[in-house]
């Protein structure tokens, strides 16, 4: 069964810093890229952040130079570290697998979404 599923979120001061966790099973994660999304009361689902199985990384403007994602494939995890965050960064914060070879953050293109973990940076 494929899993994927998300650690790491928690209640950071604005300017902190948390590491967010996306473990996977159920498949080989090294051939698959994966994504992480946001999402807040009332909005859309936002792609902010995704890694090719080459290792290539891509941003959302709203995290470029903030954010880095990165994996490890021998413990078939994927990570985001998340610096300087802001009160805007609140969001439950989502993995997903995307069916794409290249790197892409649009939601249509992913599947097998995690539950999700709560990032919440009081203002």
Same mark, same amino acid.
């Given at each position: 069964?494929v899993?994927l599923?998300e650690?790491?979120?928690?209640?950071?001061?604005?300017g902190?810093?948390?590491?967010?966790s996306?473990?996977?099973?159920? %498949? &080989?994660?090294?051939?698959w890229?994966i994504? =992480?999304?946001?999402?807040t009361?009332g909005?859309?689902?936002?792609? +902010?952040s995704? +890694?090719?199985?080459?290792?290539?990384a891509?941003y959302?403007?709203?995290?470029k130079?903030? %954010?880095? +994602?990165?994996? &490890?494939?021998?413990?078939?995890?994927?990570?985001?570290?998340m610096?300087?965050?802001?009160p805007? &960064?609140?969001a439950?914060y989502?993995?997903a697998?995307? =069916?794409?070879v290249?790197?892409?953050i649009?939601?249509a293109d992913?599947?097998? =979404?995690?539950?999700?973990t709560?990032?919440?940076?009081?203002?």
């Amino acid at each position: 069964q494929v899993q994927l599923v998300e650690s790491g979120g928690g209640l950071v001061q604005a300017g902190g810093s948390l590491r967010l966790s996306c473990t996977a099973s159920g %498949f &080989d994660l090294s051939l698959w890229a994966i994504g =992480w999304f946001r999402r807040t009361p009332g909005n859309e689902r936002e792609g +902010i952040s995704c +890694i090719t199985s080459g290792g290539s990384a891509y941003y959302a403007d709203s995290v470029k130079g903030r %954010f880095t +994602i990165s994996r &490890d494939n021998a413990k078939s995890t994927v990570y985001l570290e998340m610096k300087s965050l802001k009160p805007e &960064d609140t969001a439950v914060y989502y993995c997903a697998r995307s =069916w794409r070879v290249g790197a892409t953050i649009a939601p249509a293109d992913f599947g097998s =979404w995690g539950p999700g973990t709560q990032v919440t940076v009081p203002s």
